[in-house]
């Protein structure tokens, strides 16, 4: 078999065979078959596509290209949940204790931000102490007997995936639904769940920039799951706009431990809700959606959701007292008010020019290398569809760079603003299962 062939039938828009595709999954992962032949095969399938059928075997390929997670010794109902990456995105942090709290199992592996995108673990790792940086014993026990843990990537999970993304980053090929489900699946399949919730962004900062797109990308996503018996189900969720208020690592957190105390931002409080009731009816927990809306409620008003994040926060070797006193946090240097120099209604926040900017103020990395600032980053006073009228409060910015006057010029140009009101919509647009 030659790889140039492989790339020809699929360039043709040829369907190709489970030994075609083992082949070039082996081969790029061993080495064997270098990188340009790789970038011209994902730009075939980025043009060409690839049917159920090929998704299927490519995603079962690169899960077993490496490790994979064995959790059959946590007792119960293993969950799990993917958001498939946005600006303002805590959820993990308020989603997880509260399934926690109702008694079902999260392991969950969780990556760090890159670009305008923050990561779960950055955020984890801006209370101070805590680790994610877990050996595989431990945290199974730490899932055991608290219920929940979130950590980095621990052994050699779907290595094909490592070499194949940021061939992809730097190639033009990341937007391609059949790469993009097969990368996200097998990395959760491998993680070991029993269940997996999908967050599938759309909007300006999102890469499914439509509707449309981020359903097809869903479908994909949940036909591999079924075809693997896990149950896999998916939100579509809008991201026009940052999501709650909060965007920055430790003022996310901040923001997360506010909605486990029952003071979230209405689009948080309403994804968590939701998605949490989704993750129950999967885990058996609950036999109506209504019931899970219910119990997660209960969950935050008695501060049970709270207590878990407290206590993976201590089993990570964190202090918990930053949870229960978040006044405790360290704070930038500079505080800067951003205000409007216009009148009209919110029509969008670009998510992709505001996580931009935040990750400018110190709160990213442009590159992998770059070292974060917890405290940096934006509280937003204006959501899409709030009246703003000249010279009212937009956002705060919080940073310790030096120079930003710039970037507090980038942050108001993203928020768009319209002359005749807008309407706005509930996070969540459709459940996929
Ligand atoms: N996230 C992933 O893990 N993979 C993709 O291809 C895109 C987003």
Same mark, same amino acid.
């Given at each position: 078999?030659? $790889?140039?062939?492989?790339?020809?039938?699929?360039?043709?828009?040829?369907?190709?065979?489970?030994?075609?595709?083992?082949?070039?999954?082996?081969?790029?992962?061993?080495?064997?078959?270098?990188?340009?032949?790789?970038?011209?095969?994902? $730009?075939?399938?980025?043009?060409?596509?690839?049917?159920?059928?090929?998704?299927?075997?490519?995603?079962?390929?690169?899960? !077993?290209?490496?490790?994979?997670?064995?959790?059959?010794?946590?007792?119960?109902?293993?969950?799990?949940? !993917?958001?498939?990456?946005?600006?303002?995105?805590?959820?993990?942090?308020?989603?997880?204790?509260?399934?926690?709290?109702?008694?079902?199992?999260?392991?969950? $592996?969780?990556?760090?931000?890159? /670009?305008?995108?923050?990561?779960?673990?950055?955020?984890?790792?801006?209370?101070?102490?805590?680790?994610?940086?877990?050996?595989?014993?431990?945290?199974?026990?730490?899932?055991?007997?608290?219920?929940?843990?979130?950590?980095?990537?621990?052994?050699?999970?779907?290595?094909?995936?490592?070499?194949?993304?940021?061939?992809?980053?730097?190639?033009?090929?990341?937007?391609?639904?059949?790469?993009?489900?097969?990368?996200?699946?097998?990395?959760?399949?491998?993680?070991?769940?029993?269940?997996?919730?999908?967050?599938?962004?759309?909007?300006?900062?999102?890469?499914?920039?439509?509707?449309?797109?981020?359903?097809?990308?869903?479908?994909?996503?949940?036909?591999?799951?079924?075809?693997? !018996?896990?149950?896999?189900?998916?939100?579509?969720?809008? $991201?026009?706009?940052?999501?709650?208020?909060?965007?920055?690592?430790?003022?996310?957190?901040?923001?997360?431990?506010?909605?486990?105390?029952?003071?979230?931002?209405?689009?948080?409080?309403?994804?968590?809700?939701?998605?949490?009731?989704?993750?129950?009816?999967?885990?058996?927990?609950?036999?109506?959606?209504?019931?899970?809306?219910?119990?997660?409620?209960?969950?935050?008003?008695?501060?049970?959701?709270?207590?878990?994040?407290?206590?993976?926060?201590?089993?990570?070797? /964190?202090?918990?007292?930053?949870?229960?006193?978040?006044?405790?946090?360290?704070?930038?240097?500079?505080?800067?008010?951003?205000?409007?120099?216009?009148?009209?209604?919110?029509?969008?926040?670009?998510?992709?020019?505001?996580?931009?900017?935040?990750?400018?103020?110190?709160?990213?990395?442009?590159?992998?290398?770059?070292?974060?600032?917890?405290?940096?980053?934006?509280?937003?006073?204006?959501?899409?569809?709030?009246?703003?009228?000249?010279?009212?409060?937009?956002?705060?910015?919080?940073?310790?760079?030096?120079?930003?006057?710039?970037?507090?010029?980038?942050?108001?140009?993203?928020?768009?603003?319209?002359?005749?009101?807008?309407?706005? !919509?509930?996070?969540?647009?459709?459940?996929?299962?």
């Amino acid at each position: 078999m030659r $790889m140039v062939d492989i790339i020809i039938k699929k360039r043709e828009g040829k369907e190709l065979t489970r030994d075609e595709i083992h082949f070039f999954v082996k081969g790029y992962t061993e080495g064997s078959i270098p990188d340009y032949q790789a970038s011209a095969f994902t $730009m075939a399938v980025l043009f060409k596509g690839m049917n159920k059928k090929e998704i299927g075997i490519l995603t079962d390929e690169m899960l !077993h290209s490496g490790e994979t997670i064995d959790l059959s010794s946590i007792a119960g109902v293993k969950v799990d949940k !993917h958001s498939t990456g946005g600006v303002g995105d805590k959820t993990s942090l308020v989603l997880g204790p509260l399934v926690a709290a109702c008694g079902v199992k999260l392991a969950k $592996m969780s990556g760090r931000g890159l /670009g305008h995108t923050g990561g779960t673990l950055d955020k984890i790792e801006s209370i101070p102490g805590t680790s994610i940086a877990i050996e595989r014993d431990r945290f199974i026990k730490q899932v055991n007997d608290i219920g929940i843990a979130i950590i980095g990537q621990t052994g050699e999970l779907v290595p094909a995936d490592k070499k194949l993304y940021a061939l992809r980053d730097v190639t033009g090929t990341v937007e391609s639904i059949p790469l993009i489900a097969s990368s996200i699946m097998s990395k959760k399949l491998a993680s070991g769940s029993d269940t997996i919730l999908l967050d599938v962004k759309f909007g300006s900062g999102a890469f499914m920039k439509t509707l449309d797109n981020a359903r097809v990308l869903a479908r994909t996503m949940v036909d591999i799951g079924d075809e693997l !018996h896990r149950d896999t189900r998916a939100i579509l969720t809008d $991201m026009n706009e940052p999501l709650g208020l909060a965007i920055g690592n430790n003022l996310e957190v901040k923001e997360a431990i506010a909605t486990l105390n029952g003071q979230g931002p209405a689009d948080l409080v309403e994804l968590c809700t939701k998605a949490g009731a989704t993750m129950l009816l999967q885990a058996k927990r609950v036999s109506t959606f209504e019931e899970g809306v219910k119990l997660i409620t209960e969950k935050i008003e008695s501060k049970e959701g709270l207590d878990k994040l407290a206590a993976m926060v201590e089993a990570q070797g /964190g202090n918990k007292e930053y949870i229960y006193h978040p006044e405790l946090f360290p704070v930038s240097k500079n505080i800067v008010e951003v205000r409007s120099s216009r009148d009209g209604f919110v029509s969008e926040i670009n998510a992709l020019e505001i996580g931009e900017a935040a990750m400018k103020l110190g709160a990213g990395r442009a590159t992998k290398e770059d070292v974060i600032d917890p405290t940096a980053g934006i509280i937003l006073a204006k959501k899409v569809g709030d009246k703003v009228a000249k010279g009212d409060l937009l956002c705060t910015v919080y940073t310790n760079v030096e120079k930003f006057e710039d970037i507090l010029k980038e942050i108001e140009e993203s928020f768009k603003l319209s002359e005749k009101e807008v309407t706005t !919509h509930s996070i969540i647009y459709e459940i996929v299962q």
